[in-house]
């Protein structure tokens, strides 16, 4: 009986260490999932319940031992991570600070993709890289971004800061900042070069090709009615 009271308290003691080293070093980005997901009631749940954040912390610990050319102990990490969360981050890949993977099953991000500071990702987004070329063959993303569910943004591109990547584009082309692309290809509309409101609603944002077509219906029916 003492023995497994001891086990019990050992157990404690390790699952309340984890939460202060949590606390402590991920801080800001479980502040990044609460302000970016409004499902999130507090604190202790982002912490326990969310895999995006569990995907990140072994991400970290992956990415330490991969500069120390650790590279099977950190690959074994990141497929650990893979097995429990759904979320395949590959160990080289370099993630800026306030990353947040909402939902996150089916999320993949390559061996040599940067991601900068404040990027969102949806579900099932795809930072991959195409052919079997060495050296960078996975995107840059840069700062305030978000890539929509099932976004599939591949190569060695740059997606600029304050872009929307949106549900189900295939982005294989460098995004200006403070762009949106939808479509496969994906393509790309800008909205008078600001930055856009951070609503988060990935799924309605404005095609430019429905946009051009509606305005030509438009123009049709009014050289009719002349």
């Known amino acids: 009986m003492d023995y497994l009271i001891n086990i019990l308290i050992i157990l404690l003691v390790i699952f ?20 970016r997901d409004p499902a999130a009631k507090s604190f202790l ?16 610990a992956a990415h330490f031992f991969y500069r120390l050319k ?28 306030r990353f947040f993977i909402d939902h996150g099953f089916g999320v993949v ?3 040599t993709a940067i991601i900068g500071d404040d990027v969102l990702l949806y579900q099932g987004s795809t930072l991959g890289g195409t052919g079997i070329i060495q050296g960078k063959r996975h995107p840059t993303v840069g700062n305030n971004v978000v890539i929509g569910a099932g976004a599939k943004v591949l190569g060695n ?22 762009s949106t692309v939808i479509g496969v290809p994906g393509r790309i509309t800008k909205q008078d070069g600001k930055k856009m409101d951070i609503s988060l609603d990935h799924a309605r944002i404005l095609d430019p090709i429905m946009q051009a077509i509606e ?12």
């Open 109 to 111: 991000i390559g061996e």
């Open 16 to 35: 309340v260490i984890k939460l202060v080293l949590i606390w402590v070093f991920f801080y800001a980005d479980v502040r990044a999932a609460q302000k």
């Open 45 to 60: 749940e982002v912490i326990l319940l969310y895999p995006g954040l569990h995907a990140l912390i072994y991400h970290r």
């Open 157 to 178: 591109i740059v997606i600029g800061d304050n872009s929307y990547i949106g549900a189900n584009a295939v982005v294989v082309k460098d995004v200006p900042p403070n």
């Open 70 to 97: 650790l590279f099977f102990l950190a690959r074994s990490l990141s497929q650990i991570a893979r097995f429990f969360t759904g979320i395949e981050i590959h160990p080289g890949a370099i993630i800026g600070k």
């Open 215 to 226: 305005e030509l219906q438009d123009r049709i029916k009014n050289l009719e009615k002349k």
